[in-house]
């Protein structure tokens, strides 16, 4: 157990529709990564937060958003979804932007239909 | 660009023998970090080893050592004493720290199938 907490774990949705995937970090860790691991695109980096402010943007989509809250969880919240959008979404923490080891969550698996 | 080249889609040992999956990577700047890591089907990307690029010394975890070779930049794992357990998706990844934001770049993934 990694300690990074993602829910949910299954996610089935519809073309159009929105979602929100959460994310709790270890215990004591500031930065929050989300990553998308889809078949043809392997994993791909998206958002990095630091202490609740953007600190770093990947290939996200502008129909896609983030935050980081003042109790350091993190909300990733994908809107006008396509099947295009269905993939495994990983969330990751690390105790400060200088540390480099990454401890990923389990990911949500999301299906759009 | 960043990018990480992993050439093996496949590959397949028997248990007890040695593997070594290959990656090479691509970057302009000097000082990053080196990782392997393990998605077993349970889907969890789990921390295998890692190299700061800073090191001549290779890395070693248990079974698990790299030969990194910076000037070629060649980071390959093996696998020593292959176990069923190691089956699973190996992702080879970097990161670089800049400008207080740092992001991993993986590669494509080499799936390793151990058989008894």
């Known amino acids: 157990d990694s300690g990074v907490t993602q829910t949910p774990k299954h996610l089935i949705t519809a073309t159009g529709q929105r979602v929100t995937l959460r994310c709790s970090p270890r215990s004591g860790d500031l930065s929050v990564y989300w990553y998308q691991q889809s078949l043809d695109q392997g994993l791909q980096f998206l958002i990095q937060?630091?202490?609740?402010?953007?600190?770093a943007k990947g290939n996200i989509l502008e129909r896609f958003s983030a935050q980081q809250f003042p109790d350091l969880h993190s909300e990733l919240n994908l809107s006008s979804l396509e099947l295009g959008d269905s993939a495994l979404y990983f969330c990751?923490?690390?105790?400060?932007?200088?540390?480099?080891?990454?401890?990923f969550g389990s990911g949500t698996q999301l299906s759009v239909l | 660009a960043q990018t990480v080249t992993q050439s093996q889609p496949e590959m397949s040992v028997q248990e007890a023998e040695t593997v070594t999956l290959s990656c090479t990577y691509d970057?302009?700047?000097?000082?990053?970090?080196l990782f392997w890591y393990k998605q077993p089907p349970s889907r969890q990307m789990i921390l295998v080893i890692r190299q700061e690029a800073y090191k001549q010394q290779n890395a070693t975890e248990n079974r698990f050592s790299v030969n990194f070779q910076k000037a070629a930049k060649s980071f390959s794992l093996k696998i020593s004493d292959s176990q069923l357990g190691d089956t699973a998706m190996y992702f080879c990844?970097?990161?670089?720290?800049?400008?207080?934001?740092?992001?991993?770049?993986f590669g494509k993934g080499t799936k390793l199938t151990v058989n008894p």
């Open positions: 970057t302009s700047e000097s000082n990053y970090y």
């Open positions: 990751a923490s690390s105790v400060s932007v200088e540390n480099e080891k990454l401890f």
């Open positions: 990844a970097f990161m670089i720290q800049k400008g207080g934001s740092e992001k991993l770049v």
């Open positions: 937060y630091y202490n609740g402010e953007e600190r």
